[in-house]
């Protein structure tokens, strides 16, 4: 340990104390997190030296005990002691707050954490930490325990004397966080987003832990017109260009890249300082301005839209649109209650002014790429009228009639929506089977007839045409987009019953699509479910057993003996079952097995679905058989 402290020392340790005390007011939560924070802010002085100019790899690493390593080829923390406190620089930079990338001639800092608090923070929730930098070959180290120094700066060995960078691993102290191990996805996904956003930097993940050992690379010399090609990549681009607009203008560095695709929902994500601003701001006004005054000019000068035509909205010319905005600012102010809108108002003009003039010198050069996009937003219009008319014909019914319920649906009687479910099930036998074996009190069943619409491959006006869809609107109550209201809900438990194959799998996938565009709360509060029918029935003796997957199957064989006699059913289909053999297996509250849906916050851009497992009480865990089959409704777009 370091013995003598000096009062600047105390003050120091002190300030640490308070990122302990308070760990919430500089991550934002102890939570899992929280946790992947600590990962980030590390990076972020990295690609900071990046953006520098001065580094072209990082490395992070996710060892055996959850310790994280980031290591970087970039010019090195400075060595040696820092003239204002007369410390080693490097021991400023893990124990002073806010001290990152001030000191040193030309310290240059855009990126900056969700917080932009810096290395200390993470050292202060850290059990250990160890920063090692390599300069004219030597190693320099520092350990540090529960943010204080163990010793000073000290040269530990040789590298070589091309080598510079600096290398820190640190261990999240299991007293602060809820959690301390790591999930590669979530790393994997935020370190993607970074090395998009930071064109021909090259970010790698390895993960060293025990079973999961895995390694990825991200280097995209594209930067974000490579970002909006990945989101486009299971989609039908409309036209093949890219479009890419840069400059500079106010101080304030813009970037923007965007394509169309066939389908009929916008894309568009906003960075600043490389973190993403779910909820827009200034900057993406500027966009948004912007592309919608210039298809309007474009389309207007071009005979596109006739005289009498109306204008385009910014919604007609967002349809299908994929774009990445990702700008750069000195003192980016947030605002609105979660403080992440982007409040700079010179940010507006910036983005606008570049896009508008970029963009109409692009449609000037490209008029075909121009016109497909002219012709599929005037589309959208006219959709958009039709859409409105249809939806003003679903919402006056449904007030006037008081909700007249769809004819195929079987309610159940209990009123009180606490107690009741519905049971959405694929073809019309399986949905006569279901109402025959039902619980009437509390389970409504809505049988609804192969394939449903697609929502993502159609527009909006067809979709308020298609009967399974009205179906499921007037029967969940809830009404639909803005007109959502939870309090009007029927039941409380909504679950998809479909074939245990991949057919089932896809008529799953398409109503969870459904429900996820239209009413995406009801999978937030926990609301959807896919029940669960057995894939074998085994017979002996007189005796049943019902086996949800190969392996259980093999387990039960293994204990009942692979006699002659075992009768063997393999279930094509739930029409294969009676009534009483569905409500034994698949809906009798005791004994089924819901998956919960549930939407990972952390990437809502790849709509990614997970589940919760309920079981009743007489059936053992099945979790393999669970993640086999959750897989299938992985990626919604399908
Ligand atoms: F902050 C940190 F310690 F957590 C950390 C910093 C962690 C990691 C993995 C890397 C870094 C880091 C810092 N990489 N590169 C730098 N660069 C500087 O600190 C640096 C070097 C030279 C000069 C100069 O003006 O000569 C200035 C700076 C800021």
């Not at 007839?449 to 159609?458: Q, T, Y």
């Not at 045409?465 to 309090?487: C, L, P, R, V």
Request: proline letters at 3%.
């Amino acid at each position: 340990m370091a013995a003598e402290y000096g009062a600047d020392q105390i003050q120091v340790l002190e300030g640490l104390e308070a990122v302990r005390k308070r760990p919430g007011m500089y991550i934002g939560s102890t939570s899992e997190r929280g946790l992947h924070h600590l990962v980030y802010e590390i990076v972020d002085n990295s690609v900071d030296e990046a953006l520098g100019g001065y580094c072209s790899e990082i490395n992070v690493t996710i060892h055996p005990d959850n310790s994280i390593t980031v290591v970087d080829n970039g010019r090195g923390i400075p060595v040696g002691i820092n003239h204002k406190t007369g410390r080693p620089a490097m021991e400023v930079v893990f124990t002073v707050l806010h001290a990152g990338g001030k000191f040193g001639g030309g310290g240059y800092k855009v990126s900056g954490g969700l917080h932009g608090v810096g290395a200390s923070v993470v050292n202060a929730l850290s059990d250990w930490l160890e920063v090692r930098v390599f300069h004219e070959g030597k190693i320099y180290m520092q350990r540090y325990e529960v943010g204080k120094p163990c010793f000073d700066e000290k040269i530990i060995g040789d590298c070589d004397p091309e080598k510079t960078g600096t290398q820190v691993t640190f261990m999240a102290d299991a007293d602060i966080f809820e959690t301390t191990v790591f999930d590669y996805d979530t790393l994997k996904h935020r370190l993607r987003e970074m090395a998009f956003l930071t064109k021909g930097l090259k970010i790698t993940l390895e993960d060293e832990r025990e079973g999961i050992q895995q390694k990825k690379e991200f280097h995209y010399e594209g930067g974000i017109k490579e970002f909006v090609a990945y989101l486009n990549k299971n989609k039908q681009p409309l036209y093949d260009s890219i479009l890419y607009f840069e400059g500079n203008r106010n101080e304030v560095q813009v970037e923007v890249a965007l394509q169309h695709n066939d389908t009929f929902n916008e894309n568009v994500y906003s960075f600043v300082n490389n973190i993403v601003t779910p909820e827009g701001g200034t900057h993406l006004v500027g966009f948004r301005n912007a592309i919608t005054k210039t298809f309007n000019d474009y389309a207007r000068t071009n005979k596109l839209l006739k005289d009498n035509d109306q204008n385009l909205t910014g919604e007609d010319i967002r349809e299908g649109l994929t774009a990445i905005i990702s700008i750069k600012i000195a003192d980016p102010e947030f605002e609105g209650q979660t403080k992440q809108k982007l409040g700079n108002s010179e940010a507006r003009g910036a983005v606008e002014g570049i896009v508008s003039e970029q963009l109409t010198y692009f449609l000037e050069q490209n008029p075909a790429v121009a016109k497909t996009i002219c012709e599929k937003s005037i589309l959208a219009q006219r959709a958009r009228e039709a859409a409105r008319k249809a939806r003003d014909l679903t919402r006056r019914k449904t007030a006037l009639d008081g909700g007249a319920l769809p004819g195929k649906l079987a309610d159940c009687s209990d009123k009180d929506p606490k107690n009741c479910e519905i049971y959405i099930v694929e073809g019309d036998s399986a949905g006569g089977s279901a109402k025959e074996a039902r619980s009437r009190a509390t389970q409504a069943i809505l049988p609804l007839r192969g394939k449903i619409l697609n929502v993502e491959k159609a527009r909006e006006d067809r979709i308020y045409e298609n009967a399974e869809i009205k179906a499921m609107i007037t029967a969940f109550g809830t009404g639909i987009h803005q007109d959502f209201d939870i309090s009007k809900l029927r039941y409380d438990k909504i679950i998809i019953m479909t074939d245990a194959d991949v057919d089932g799998a896809h008529i799953a996938t398409l109503m969870l699509t459904f429900i996820y565009r239209f009413m995406p709360e009801l999978i937030k509060q926990g609301h959807v479910y896919l029940a669960k029918p057995p894939l074998y029935k085994l017979e002996k003796n007189r005796n049943i057993w019902y086996a949800y997957s190969d392996e259980e199957l093999d387990a039960i064989l293994n204990e009942v003996g692979r006699d002659q006699n075992n009768k063997i059913q393999r279930y094509k289909g739930l029409g294969e079952m009676d009534a009483e053999q569905l409500w034994e297996t698949t809906m009798d509250p005791e004994k089924r097995i819901l998956l919960r849906v549930h939407m990972n916050e952390e990437q809502e851009d790849e709509i990614d679905v997970t589940f919760d497992t309920l079981m009743g009480d007489r059936v053992e865990p099945r979790r393999q058989f669970i993640e086999e089959n959750a897989k299938f409704v992985k990626n919604l777009d399908i």
